[in-house]
Protein backbone atom coordinates (compact mmCIF):
# COMPACT_ATOMS: atom_id res chain seq x y z
CA UNK A 1 0.00 0.00 0.00
CA UNK A 2 1.08 3.64 -0.84
CA UNK A 3 0.15 6.36 1.80
CA UNK A 4 1.16 9.89 1.89
CA UNK A 5 0.80 12.75 4.63
CA UNK A 6 0.70 16.18 3.87
CA UNK A 7 0.22 19.36 5.75
CA UNK A 8 -2.11 21.20 3.38
CA UNK A 9 -2.07 25.01 5.34
CA UNK A 10 -5.14 25.11 3.27
CA UNK A 11 -6.98 28.16 2.28
CA UNK A 12 -4.08 29.69 3.42
CA UNK A 13 -1.83 29.94 0.33
CA UNK A 14 -1.53 31.84 -2.52
CA UNK A 15 -2.38 30.33 -5.93
CA UNK A 16 -4.53 27.86 -3.47
CA UNK A 17 -6.24 26.41 -6.62
CA UNK A 18 -2.96 25.47 -8.71
CA UNK A 19 -1.60 23.96 -6.01
CA UNK A 20 -4.55 21.50 -4.57
CA UNK A 21 -4.78 20.33 -8.36
CA UNK A 22 -1.23 19.32 -8.08
CA UNK A 23 -1.61 17.37 -4.61
CA UNK A 24 -4.56 15.83 -6.77
CA UNK A 25 -2.52 14.72 -9.96
CA UNK A 26 0.51 13.47 -8.42
CA UNK A 27 -1.95 11.27 -6.40
CA UNK A 28 -3.50 10.24 -8.93
CA UNK A 29 0.01 9.99 -10.97
CA UNK A 30 1.49 7.57 -7.89
CA UNK A 31 -1.81 5.50 -7.38
CA UNK A 32 -1.86 6.71 -3.92
CA UNK A 33 -4.11 4.11 -1.34
CA UNK A 34 -4.05 6.30 1.59
CA UNK A 35 -3.86 9.99 1.96
CA UNK A 36 -3.98 11.75 5.43
CA UNK A 37 -4.32 15.56 5.89
CA UNK A 38 -3.87 18.01 8.48
CA UNK A 39 -4.67 22.03 8.23
CA UNK A 40 -7.80 21.04 6.13
CA UNK A 41 -9.85 23.75 6.48
CA UNK A 42 -13.07 25.38 5.97
CA UNK A 43 -14.53 28.89 6.40
CA UNK A 44 -16.46 28.70 9.60
CA UNK A 45 -19.05 30.99 7.47
CA UNK A 46 -18.88 29.38 4.32
CA UNK A 47 -22.01 27.83 3.38
CA UNK A 48 -23.00 24.16 4.12
CA UNK A 49 -23.28 22.27 1.08
CA UNK A 50 -24.60 18.16 0.55
CA UNK A 51 -21.70 15.61 -0.36
CA UNK A 52 -21.93 12.61 -2.48
CA UNK A 53 -21.79 8.99 -1.24
CA UNK A 54 -17.54 9.27 -1.39
CA UNK A 55 -17.96 11.09 2.04
CA UNK A 56 -18.31 8.78 4.62
CA UNK A 57 -17.80 11.17 7.44
CA UNK A 58 -20.99 12.48 9.95
CA UNK A 59 -19.55 16.29 10.29
CA UNK A 60 -21.15 19.20 8.63
CA UNK A 61 -18.66 20.33 4.96
CA UNK A 62 -18.61 23.73 4.09
CA UNK A 63 -18.57 24.74 0.53
CA UNK A 64 -14.86 25.92 0.41
CA UNK A 65 -13.98 22.70 2.61
CA UNK A 66 -10.28 21.81 1.45
CA UNK A 67 -10.78 17.81 1.28
CA UNK A 68 -14.21 18.34 -0.55
CA UNK A 69 -12.58 20.16 -3.23
CA UNK A 70 -9.38 17.46 -3.31
CA UNK A 71 -12.66 15.21 -3.55
CA UNK A 72 -14.11 16.63 -6.43
CA UNK A 73 -10.60 16.45 -8.58
CA UNK A 74 -10.22 12.55 -7.31
CA UNK A 75 -13.33 11.79 -8.86
CA UNK A 76 -15.39 8.71 -7.41
CA UNK A 77 -11.36 6.52 -6.56
CA UNK A 78 -11.90 8.00 -2.74
CA UNK A 79 -13.79 7.58 0.11
CA UNK A 80 -12.77 10.09 2.52
CA UNK A 81 -13.99 11.88 6.18
CA UNK A 82 -13.06 14.99 7.26
CA UNK A 83 -13.37 15.68 11.15
CA UNK A 84 -13.35 19.84 12.42
CA UNK A 85 -10.26 19.81 15.11
CA UNK A 86 -10.89 23.73 16.73
CA UNK A 87 -10.61 27.29 14.97
CA UNK A 88 -7.81 28.06 12.85
CA UNK A 89 -6.94 31.80 12.52
CA UNK A 90 -10.13 33.00 13.90
CA UNK A 91 -12.09 32.35 10.78
CA UNK A 92 -11.41 28.21 9.94
CA UNK A 93 -12.53 25.20 11.06
CA UNK A 94 -9.47 23.09 11.15
CA UNK A 95 -9.39 20.04 11.00
CA UNK A 96 -7.90 16.30 9.46
CA UNK A 97 -9.19 14.31 6.82
CA UNK A 98 -8.16 10.50 5.33
CA UNK A 99 -8.49 9.32 1.54
CA UNK A 100 -8.54 5.84 1.07
CA UNK A 101 -8.84 4.02 -2.08
CA UNK A 102 -10.36 1.04 -0.31
CA UNK A 103 -13.86 1.46 1.86
CA UNK A 104 -13.99 2.94 4.96
CA UNK A 105 -16.52 1.13 7.52
CA UNK A 106 -15.45 2.43 10.35
CA UNK A 107 -14.05 5.73 11.88
CA UNK A 108 -12.41 6.74 15.23
CA UNK A 109 -11.75 10.47 16.47
CA UNK A 110 -10.08 10.78 19.41
CA UNK A 111 -9.00 13.71 21.45
CA UNK A 112 -5.18 14.10 22.12
CA UNK A 113 -5.15 16.86 24.47
CA UNK A 114 -7.01 17.21 27.67
CA UNK A 115 -8.85 20.43 26.96
CA UNK A 116 -11.67 19.85 24.49
CA UNK A 117 -12.09 23.64 24.07
CA UNK A 118 -12.89 24.08 20.25
CA UNK A 119 -11.53 27.62 20.47
CA UNK A 120 -8.27 27.14 22.20
CA UNK A 121 -5.64 26.88 19.41
CA UNK A 122 -3.79 23.64 21.27
CA UNK A 123 -6.52 21.52 21.08
CA UNK A 124 -5.62 18.33 19.27
CA UNK A 125 -7.22 15.73 17.97
CA UNK A 126 -6.29 12.44 15.44
CA UNK A 127 -8.42 10.50 12.84
CA UNK A 128 -8.69 6.67 12.58
CA UNK A 129 -9.94 4.76 9.65
CA UNK A 130 -10.60 0.71 9.83
CA UNK A 131 -10.70 -0.10 5.62
CA UNK A 132 -11.26 -2.87 4.03
CA UNK A 133 -8.97 -4.31 1.37
CA UNK A 134 -10.41 -6.88 -0.66
CA UNK A 135 -7.93 -9.65 -2.07
CA UNK A 136 -7.63 -9.39 -5.54
Not at 46 to 55: G, L, W
Request: proline share 1%; glycine share 4%.
Amino acid sequence: MKFMTLNTHSLSECDEKNKLQTIANFILNHDVDVICLQEVNQSMNAKSVSTDRSYVGRDIIKEDNYALGLSRLLGDQYNWNYIPVKVGYDKFDEGVAIFSKYPIVNSVNTLLTQTNDYTFWKKRNSLGVEIVKENT
